[in-house]
């Protein structure tokens, strides 16, 4: 089926499970996403009342990983007398793992919640697109048959949608979320096994480590430590950031060189073994700035040295969590 | 007023005759991004971009602005000031947006008890060359804010781009200087400037983001308490996207960087943002605006009720960045929409 086809199917699968659940008052409200009002963006929403459920849509721009609506940073959602919300949550795979390993990191209770699964196709690289269009206001970005169809002022450029998704989107195995009994509706993958050869990869790991020292450099360099990648990801919940500690300042908080590196090398450090592979951080970058490389390379870390795959199985404890008196250790003291 | 004439390949003989008088700012690529640097090839400028990512407010108020060096000599501190304040600097293509934000900036930066030296001599020794916006974006919305794609009121010389040249204008007497010394810029005839009122006209015109924002602040006033706050904050991430990238933000944090063991740091300015968990924590652990709903509602009342208030102007130029650049599109135009349709409070009927 065409990408075009798909969406709407997609769509249509969301608002059907959407409308349901609010009916039967198995939940008090849905957080999916809508129109964005500016090309090449969408928004989250939250509804509660059916009739509203035509405003949940679907199409290749929706980026945000909404398991950040539900992770204690930002308050859960209450009613008026302060009472936890049932929420049902629209789940593209990498939503769904984030949900579960946020459960495994006890964050989220799995139970008061309802997956709805759906079968994401993708996420179109919004900053491909943008790098290809130039100084040039874009109008409007639609998805015709299996390419993006990009307008403005005096031009339209078709791009191949397989092409210009994400690049972490390329490799995902998990495109619907995992199956979990009762707490999923919808689409969901049962029992996924996950093969990754991580070729996609493979170049940037065949550098020298002077190399990916000069490649991290410069993805860096523009970074205004607006902190966007961080607020947009599902697992930087932590009530207070290691880089906004000030009793005692741990690290520098200028936009210096060494200052950008520790804070992202630092969060990178977190993310291992618990990066679910959305993207939403690079995404959410105004700056342009693609975390892609380094998350694939935790992802690959985690999965080659504890053969763990983030956010799959509830009951699974993650590398960082757990102790093997097995545990490879070499990479600490001899490795680059 | 005298019109000139700069052609397109002119752009590096202005460069050579002013860089030796001036730091020449202007909008290059940077990565991916349209942002000012000092430039030392004249070649890098793009003056045809929309809006530069980050606006040239990093100029006069640098993300890492260092304030002063110290050195602690047995019981004497010995403070260095910056250096290079008194240097004159130029930045070439600003927007009028951005240079009406510089307007703002200065406001902040110079009223009340406490003046800020370092910015005000900075834009004291700035000299701005601006150009009008031929397409303005479809986020833009400069006539909203008592502005215009085509004012050059906050200019020293301003800039229209006629396709294959620019018509000069001097605005300010620096700037008029300027041109003088600039004296083999050619005359411009007529019908440059019958051609640059068209493509003012043109612009004007093509900016379709209307908002009014007559009387917001005394909507915004009385409804600190208002249900909206939460319906406008609900998908908020809490980055700080809108307000470091905003023209007008001015939020700043004061941190002193110490060398080990050599008696000698620095204390450096870095922007800060309302939008940030730590802005307003007090020492006690107490935050005042703790949430989202807190620090959204902080954003909106700054620009669009407490700095009229205070200065008798918006503090929004309407650049539009904030609506284009938001993670979660939780787009200000809405938000202002929404606030407009507040209704007024019943005992305020009553009385009016």
């Not at chain 1, 499970?17 to 409200?29: F, I, N, R």
């Not at chain 1, 049932?86 to 989220?108: D, M, N, P, T």
């Not at chain 2, 004439?5 to 991004?33: G, V």
């Not at chain 2, 909106?300 to 650049?325: A, T």
């Amino acid at each position: 089926m065409v990408i075009e086809n798909e969406n709407k199917e997609i769509e249509q699968l969301i608002r059907d499970l959407a409308g349901k659940l609010l009916e039967e008052k198995q939940v008090d409200v849905i957080i999916g996403y809508t129109e964005g009002t500016v090309p090449l963006s969408s928004s989250p929403i939250v509804i509660d009342k059916a009739e509203d459920v035509d405003k949940l849509i679907w199409n290749n721009l929706c980026y945000i990983n909404l398991a950040k609506y539900l992770v204690p940073r930002i308050p859960t959602l209450m009613n008026e007398e302060g009472q936890k919300l049932k929420v049902g949550i629209v789940s593209k795979g990498c939503v769904g793992r984030a949900l579960i390993h946020l459960s495994v990191e006890h964050q989220l209770d799995l139970e008061s919640i309802k997956i709805i699964g759906i079968p994401c196709n993708g996420i179109i690289n919004r900053k491909k697109i943008e790098d290809e269009i130039g100084e040039r206001e874009i109008f409007d970005i639609s998805v015709s048959g299996d390419n993006i169809i990009v307008k403005g002022r005096d031009f339209e450029k078709v791009f191949p949608f397989n092409e210009y998704m994400n690049e972490l989107c390329k490799v995902c195995q998990v495109k619907s979320p995992p199956f979990l009994e009762d707490i999923c509706v919808g689409e969901c993958l049962e029992n996924p096994v996950i093969e990754d050869d991580f070729s996609d990869i493979a170049e940037f790991d065949s550098k020298t480590t002077e190399e990916k020292w000069e490649y991290i450099k410069s993805l860096l360099e523009t970074c205004t430590r607006c902190y966007a990648c961080r607020e947009a990801c599902p697992m930087c919940y932590c009530n207070l950031c290691f880089v906004d500690q000030n009793q005692p300042v741990w690290f520098g908080k200028t936009t210096g060189y060494s200052d950008i590196f520790v804070f992202h090398l630092v969060r990178a450090m977190h993310m291992a073994g618990r990066c679910v592979g959305c993207g939403a951080c690079s995404s959410a970058c105004p700056m342009g700035i693609d975390l892609n490389l380094i998350n694939r390379s935790l992802e690959k870390i985690a999965k080659e040295r504890f053969n763990f795959t983030t956010g799959i199985d509830p009951r699974s404890l993650p590398p960082m969590m757990a102790y093997d008196i097995e545990d490879k250790e070499e990479f600490m003291m001899e490795e680059d | 007023m005298e019109y000139k004439i700069l052609k397109k390949d002119q752009i590096i003989k202005l460069y050579n005759d002013l860089t030796k008088d001036y730091n020449f700012f202007a909008p290059i690529k940077e990565k991916r991004n349209i942002v000012f640097r000092k430039i030392t090839n004249p070649e890098e400028i793009v003056l045809d971009y929309l809006n530069s990512k980050v606006p040239p407010k990093e100029i006069l108020f640098p993300e890492k602005d260092i304030l002063f060096e110290y050195k602690i000599n047995d019981n004497e501190i010995e403070l260095e000031e910056p250096k290079n304040l008194n240097e004159q600097n130029i930045i070439f293509g600003i927007r009028p947006c951005d240079a009406h934000s510089f307007v703002l900036l200065v406001n902040f930066f110079s009223q009340g008890d406490f003046k800020d030296e370092i910015i005000i001599n900075r834009r004291k020794n700035t000299i701005l060359i601006g150009i009008g916006c031929n397409t303005p974006k479809s986020t833009c919305f400069c006539t909203s804010v008592e502005g215009n794609p085509f004012q050059k009121d906050y200019m020293d010389v301003f800039l229209v781009d006629l396709q294959n040249e620019y018509l000069v204008e001097g605005i300010s007497d620096k700037g008029k200087d300027l041109i003088k010394k600039l004296s083999w810029l050619a005359d411009a005839k007529e019908m440059d400037i019958e051609k640059a009122q068209e493509l003012k006209k043109q612009a004007e015109e093509s900016i379709t983001t209307k908002l009014d924002l007559k009387d917001i602040d005394k909507i915004l006033d009385p409804n600190f308490d208002h249900p909206i706050w939460k319906e406008v904050s609900e998908t908020c991430i809490g980055c700080g996207t809108c307000s470091f990238l905003c023209p007008t933000c001015t939020c700043f944090d004061v941190i002193d960087e110490n060398v080990p063991n050599k008696n000698r740091g620095r204390r450096i300015r870095i922007w800060d943002t309302c939008q940030s968990c730590l802005y307003t924590l007090h020492t006690s652990g107490h935050n005042p605006r703790n949430s989202c709903i807190q620090r959204v509602r902080n954003r909106i009342l700054h620009k669009f009720c407490y700095y009229p208030e205070n200065y008798g102007m918006l503090g929004c130029v309407g650049c539009g960045r904030c609506v284009q650049l938001c993670p979660v599109n939780n787009d200000l135009r809405t938000i202002i929409e929404k606030i407009k349709k507040i209704e007024p409070k019943r005992e305020e009927k009553v009385s009016a």
